[in-house]
T-cell receptor, first 114, second 112 residues
Framework: GAGVSQSPSNKVTEKGKDVELRCDPI?????LYWYRQSLGQGLEFLIY????????KSGLPSDRFSAERTGGSVSTLTIQRTQQEDSAVYLC????????????FGPGTRLTVL | QKEVEQDPGPLSVPEGAIVSLNCTYS??????FMWYRQYSRKGPELLMY????GNKEDGRFTAQVDKSSKYISLFIRDSQPSDSATYLC????????????FGRGTSLIVHP
């Protein structure tokens, strides 16, 4: 594809349910990042993948959050037992590989936890 | 105190105005500075980056860095309604993980 794609674009769930968010990076990009953007807040880093490994997962806010990447491509961010404070836009970005390479962002998944 | 501070605005200007967007930072390890533009319901896109102090110009956009004051600016000349967006500054920490630290973003509205 031409850019980073994310699905679903919107997700409404009930408190306590699990959700999975998907990211398809630009073909050939080995680095993949997940961020969270809450209302009035900047982008908050969650986790970084290089290939299928996650050298930096320091931003995951709790053990309810996990992510994986398979085949060096698609990544899934899973939030278990969702809470209302998890409501935010979850953004995925990919880059060629070096940490200094330009990150290209997807449109995000807007998660609302009722 | 957050490492990167940015006034969220909104900043409302008439078409054709010169816009000044600013960020301050506290971590002197930041050596590389970026500006992203984010339209509503879209992901951020890199607008400009600069490594050093001084000015960098790209069309109607000028990025300015003052490391002594830990202050960066983005100027937009001859602003257009299509410039209406949120502008985020970002700074990766050199020598560390290089994961960018983002400001909250400033919402800019350019009205015709």
């Amino acid at each position: 594809g031409a850019g980073v794609s994310q699905s679903p674009s919107n997700k409404v769930t009930e408190k306590g349910k699990d959700v999975e968010l998907r990211c398809d990076p630009i073909s050939g990009h080995t680095a993949l990042y997940w961020y969270r953007q809450s209302l009035g807040q900047g982008l908050e880093f969650l986790i970084y993948f290089q290939g299928n490994s996650a050298p930096d997962k320091s931003g995951l806010p709790s053990d309810r959050f996990s992510a994986e990447r398979t085949g060096g491509s698609v990544s899934t961010l899973t939030i278990q037992r969702t809470q209302q404070e998890d409501s935010a836009v979850y953004l995925c970005a990919s880059s060629l590989g070096s940490l200094t390479d330009t990150q290209y962002f997807g449109p995000g998944t807007r998660l609302t936890v009722l | 105190q957050k490492e990167v501070e940015q006034d969220p605005g909104p900043l409302s200007v008439p078409e054709g105005a010169i816009v000044s967007l600013n960020c301050t930072y506290s971590n002197s390890a930041f050596q590389y500075f970026m500006w992203y533009r984010q339209y509503s319901r879209k992901g951020p896109e890199l607008l400009m980056y600069t490594y050093s102090s001084g000015n960098k110009e790209d069309g109607r956009f000028t990025a300015q860095v003052d490391k002594s004051s830990k202050y960066i600016s983005l100027f937009i000349r001859d602003s257009q309604p299509s410039d209406s967006a949120t502008y985020l500054c970002a700074m990766p920490q050199a020598g560390g993980s290089y994961i960018p630290t983002f400001g909250r973003g400033t919402s800019l509205i350019v009205h015709p």
